[in-house]
Nanobody
Framework: VQLQASGGGLVQAGGSLRLSCAASGRTFSSYVVAWFHQAPGKEREFVAAINGSSGYTYYVDSVKGRFTVSRDNAKNTAYLQMNSLKPEDTAVYYC?????????????????WGQGTLVTVSS
């Protein structure tokens, strides 16, 4: 599976962005897709994930109620809708995929990664 993340940019605090993660391959629906972010000087951190078939979602507490993860398996694409953005959301955002991530929140559980897209939120 190859992943391509896009949709980042510069936005003012309180604004919105939608990130996309386009995947190659015919078995996209078999994969859990997760979003991570990495701010300068910090470790890569889990943001949200969505199950391949059931659509079950999971979010880190800091984005609950603001971010929504979704997917369209017919288009082999996952999305991260980010609303009410805050300056502390500024980071490079990565999408990742795995069939069976042993530890959902841990980057090493994911086999495939997109190249990252930069989100900058100005105050």
């Amino acid at each position: 599976v190859q992943l391509q993340a896009s949709g980042g940019g510069l936005v003012q605090a309180g604004g919105s962005l939608r990130l996309s993660c386009a995947a190659s391959g015919r078995t996209f629906s078999s994969y859990v897709v997760a979003w991570f972010h990495q701010a300068p000087g910090k470790e890569r951190e889990f943001v949200a994930a969505i199950n391949g078939s059931s659509g079950y979602t999971y979010y880190v507490d800091s984005v609950k109620g603001r971010f929504t993860v979704s997917r369209d398996n017919a288009k082999n694409t996952a999305y991260l809708q980010m609303n009410s953005l805050k300056p502390e959301d500024t980071a490079v955002y990565y999408c990742a995929a795995a069939r069976y991530p042993g530890r959902l929140l841990h980057p090493t559980s994911y086999d495939y990664w997109g190249q990252g897209t930069l989100v900058t939120v100005s105050s």
